[in-house]
Nanobody, 127 residues
């Protein structure tokens, strides 16, 4: 069992930055692929970014490529999402997710690949 707790959301002006954190419980964090997804009001949950269990693969959604960076610190059981040049369309609830040994781009970008989800953190970008 893995428990995920997101933090770092908030209200920011367009062009600003936020860093989301996702702290995971358990001793096998390093064997999990980690992903960030988001869901805006009235829309389906969508993939944002992910990092493979080895850290060697980091796919991004086209809408955030070049602005967001995902990273992980296995010593702290934490995955981060650095979000720069934020836009109003980035406004959503952001969810962290974990899936055992996720390594391929298809697996990392697919919602159903993940076994565990956090409760979400709200990000609001004002224009």
């Amino acid at each position: 069992q893995v428990q995920l707790v997101e933090s770092g959301g908030g209200l920011v002006q367009a062009g600003g930055s936020l860093r989301l954190s996702c702290a995971a419980s358990g001793r096998t964090f390093s064997s999990y692929g980690m992903g960030w997804f988001r869901q805006a009001p009235g829309k389906e949950r969508e993939f944002v970014a992910a990092i493979s269990w080895s850290g060697g693969r980091t796919p991004y959604a086209d809408s955030v490529k070049g602005r967001f960076t995902i990273s992980r610190d296995n010593t702290k059981n934490t995955v981060y999402l650095q979000m720069n040049s934020l836009k109003p369309e980035d406004t959503a609830v952001y969810y962290c997710a974990a899936g055992a040994r996720l390594a391929t781009t298809v697996a990392l970008t697919t919602h159903s690949s993940y076994d565990y989800w956090g409760q979400g953190t709200q990000v609001t970008v004002s224009s």
